[in-house]
T-cell receptor, first 113, second 114 residues
Framework: QQQVKQSPQSLIVQKGGISIINCAYENTAFDYFPWYQQFPGKGPALLIAIRPDVSEKKEGRFTISFNKSAKQFSLHIMDSQPGDSATYFCAASVLFGNEKLTFGTGTRLTIIP | DAGVIQSPRHEVTEMGQEVTLRCKPISGHNSLFWYRQTMMRGLELLIYFNNNVPIDDSGMPEDRFSAKMPNASFSTLKIQPSEPRDSAVYFC????????????FGNGTRLTVT
């Protein structure tokens, strides 16, 4: 049973545009929602994370928006750059943060000039 | 900090052979995770350890898979006998148990079973 649903599967955005990736979860006990970025041949790396006590978190060009009632959260990449081209995974976990992270299926983002 | 170190980077083996994947977590981290990544199933948690003790192995697909963590600086994932459907990228990750402690992944081992 997939507990974190991610969309779209792939996304093409023009340089300078806004990239938006969405995730929905089922388990209301989840209390930690990170996003990971993965480049080819590398392991995923933490990009940004949010807790359910806030509705938005921003770090540079990256913003997480969180809607607890809808059980949804999304990643926004402003002013998207070719270097942002990667696969992005949302994730969720319970209890002590990143223990037993459940990952979404990933979104392959391509930024075109 | 060298990060999480996995070896080998690539492994090609024949069906029925034993495969051992190795991981050295980041020094000071007390939690270690093994994940498997495939196109069909994405990132799946196989097993995780806390303070060298296996906490949850419910993701281990079957008895052919086993994992050990004999000390805080080393872990292995063994597949015996291997099958073609085991072909995937296997990631090891480590963290310091606690809220907001990020998971640090290694660069993975790409396993191909022919």
């Amino acid at each position: 049973q997939q507990q974190v649903k991610q969309s779209p599967q792939s996304l093409i955005v023009q340089k300078g545009g806004i990239s938006i990736i969405n995730c929905a979860y089922e388990n209301t006990a989840f209390d930690y929602f990170p996003w990971y970025q993965q480049f080819p041949g590398k392991g995923p790396a933490l990009l940004i994370a949010i807790r359910p006590d806030v509705s938005e978190k921003k770090e540079g060009r990256f913003t997480i928006s969180f809607n607890k009632s809808a059980k949804q959260f999304s990643l926004h990449i402003m002013d998207s750059q070719p270097g942002d081209s990667a696969t992005y995974f949302c994730a969720a976990s319970v209890l002590f943060g990143n223990e037993k992270l459940t990952f979404g299926t990933g979104t392959r983002l391509t930024i075109i000039p | 900090d060298a990060g999480v170190i996995q070896s080998p980077r690539h492994e090609v083996t024949e069906m029925g052979q034993e495969v051992t994947l190795r991981c050295k977590p980041i020094s000071g981290h007390n939690s270690l995770f093994w994940y498997r990544q495939t196109m069909m199933r994405g990132l799946e948690l196989l097993i995780y350890f806390n303070n060298n003790v296996p906490i949850d192995d419910s993701g281990m697909p079957e008895d052919r898979f086993s994992a050990k963590m004999p000390n805080a600086s080393f872990s292995t994932l063994k597949i015996q006998p291997s099958e073609p459907r085991d072909s995937a990228v296997y990631f090891c990750a480590s963290s310091f148990r606690g809220r907001d402690s990020p998971l640090h992944f290694g660069n993975g081992t790409r396993l191909t079973v022919t």
